[in-house]
């Protein structure tokens, strides 16, 4: 009995916990929280993309491929909800997402895009299991993280 209520405390935590934070989503998000949550999304993008790097590369042996891709193009489709209006650098001062997201909406819509239709095609290419398939699908897909970057993101 005592093992059986031990696992039950938790339950209830998680519960409370999790009721808790559905009812703070109705309110407005905080600048800092969709900032942070955007930046450990970008982070997940770049690890899924450097661990493919290493076996593009053949730095590595590991048959991952196809997971990481699998990871990367399923996430690929949160990135266009990444940057409501109140997330840019005036709300909150440590992001390096520029003012041009807001100012020119249909470029960093086309980025997105670009972005969104280079992650969707690569599992595929993944799949083939073909060196000069995957290298130019990861080209493609490089590219487009690089081209958002290079007009919407501050330099480090
Ligand atoms: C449509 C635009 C866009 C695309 C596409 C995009 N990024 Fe980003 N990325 C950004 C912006 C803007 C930031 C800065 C976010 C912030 O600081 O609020 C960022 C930040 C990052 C960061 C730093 C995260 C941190 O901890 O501060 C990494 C890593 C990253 N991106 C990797 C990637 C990779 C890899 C891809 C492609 C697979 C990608 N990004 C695609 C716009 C984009």
Redesign the pocket.
């Given at each position: 009995m005592r093992r059986f209520s031990f696992a039950l405390a938790p339950a209830a935590l998680l519960t409370a916990a999790l009721l808790t934070a559905s009812t703070a989503a109705v309110a407005a998000d905080a600048p800092k929280d969709l900032?942070e949550y955007?930046?450990?999304v970008?982070?997940a993008?770049?690890?899924?993309?450097?661990a493919i790097a290493a076996m593009v590369k053949q730095q590595v042996s590991y048959d991952h491929i196809e997971a990481q891709a699998d990871a990367?193009a399923a996430t690929?489709p949160v990135?266009?909800d990444?940057?409501p209006e109140n997330?840019g650098p005036g709300d909150y001062a440590?992001?390096?997402?520029?003012p041009a997201?807001w100012e020119k909406p249909a470029e960093?819509q086309a980025?997105?895009e670009?972005?969104?239709k280079?992650?969707a095609a690569f599992p595929a290419a993944a799949e083939s299991g073909d060196r000069a398939t995957i290298l130019e699908a990861f080209k493609a897909?490089?590219g487009?993280?690089?081209?958002?970057?290079e007009t919407?993101?501050?330099d480090d």
């Open positions: 900032v955007r930046q450990r970008m982070s993008l770049g690890g899924h993309t450097g990367l690929a990135v266009g990444l940057f997330s440590e992001t390096d997402a520029l997201i960093f980025a997105v670009q972005f969104e280079a992650a897909l490089g487009s993280c690089g081209n958002c970057h919407f993101r501050a």
